[in-house]
């Protein structure tokens, strides 16, 4: 079946501006994640959406970001007035629903953002 | 602060011979680790996983080893592929969904 899909793969966009990223996980997957990978470091957790639980949003950097996940399925992962050190790559995961937080995390293959 | 280290950025291995990934963590509350595998212009995905209560983890060509006294952890490919060449991730968690993720380890395999 598909996979975890995001868009744009690429977005270029000057400091200022509010960007949106938006992740299509694996149809029936409960729990999604967005991650941001900044070049030479780890993936750096933002946000998780489990079901109908409120979200856990404890990894946003700064008020500038946002994320919704509208019927349970696609998220959006917004970013305002944008400042250069948000450019990096924006992971998003997605894993089945099952026990535990151990499952495994499917991810899609990143929108770049690069902000001049 | 980084809790999850993976020391080295790359890391050379002849085809057909044994690749050694190692992985340091500082936060003992770690109990379940995962490594990932990562190949350019596509996400990480999901290679083996090992809990705190054991050792040792094998799957195939790949074995994860976990040395809790040390807070160490490594994964061995053998016998190692041209197709095993990616960007290696450790990433562990403390009983939740928030996994912490060492930088990679780049592998390239020379035929």
């Known amino acids: 079946g598909a996979g975890v899909s995001q868009s744009p793969s690429n977005k270029v966009t000057e400091k200022g501006k509010d960007v949106e990223l938006r992740c299509d996980p694996i149809?029936?997957?409960?729990?999604l994640y967005w991650y941001r990978q900044s070049l030479g470091q780890g993936l750096e957790f933002l946000i998780y959406?489990?079901?109908?639980?409120?979200?856990?949003k404890s990894g946003l950097p700064s008020d500038r970001f946002s994320a919704e996940r509208t019927g349970g399925s696609v998220s959006t992962l917004t970013i305002q007035r944008t400042q250069q050190e948000d450019s990096a790559v924006y992971l998003c995961?997605?894993?089945?629903?099952?026990?535990?937080?151990?499952?495994?995390?499917?991810f899609g293959p990143g929108t770049r953002l690069t902000v001049l | 602060d980084q809790q999850v280290k993976q020391n080295s950025p790359s890391l050379s291995v002849q085809e057909g011979r044994i690749s050694i990934l190692n992985c340091d963590y500082t936060?003992?509350?770690?109990?379940?680790f995962l490594w990932y595998k990562k190949y350019p212009a596509e996400g990480p995905t999901f290679l083996i996983s090992?809990?705190?209560i054991k050792d040792k983890n094998e799957d195939g060509r790949f074995t994860v080893f976990l040395n809790k006294s040390a807070k160490h952890l490594s994964l061995h490919i053998v016998p190692s592929q041209p197709g095993d060449s990616a960007v290696y991730f450790c990433a562990a968690s403390r009983g939740n969904y928030q996994l912490i993720w060492g930088a990679g380890t780049k592998l390239i395999i020379k035929p």
């Open positions: 936060n003992s509350m770690f109990d379940y």
């Open positions: 995961a997605s894993s089945p629903p099952s026990s535990g937080g151990r499952d495994t995390q499917y």
């Open positions: 959406f489990q079901g109908n639980s409120a979200p856990d």
């Open positions: 149809s029936g997957h409960t729990a």
């Open positions: 090992i809990s705190s």
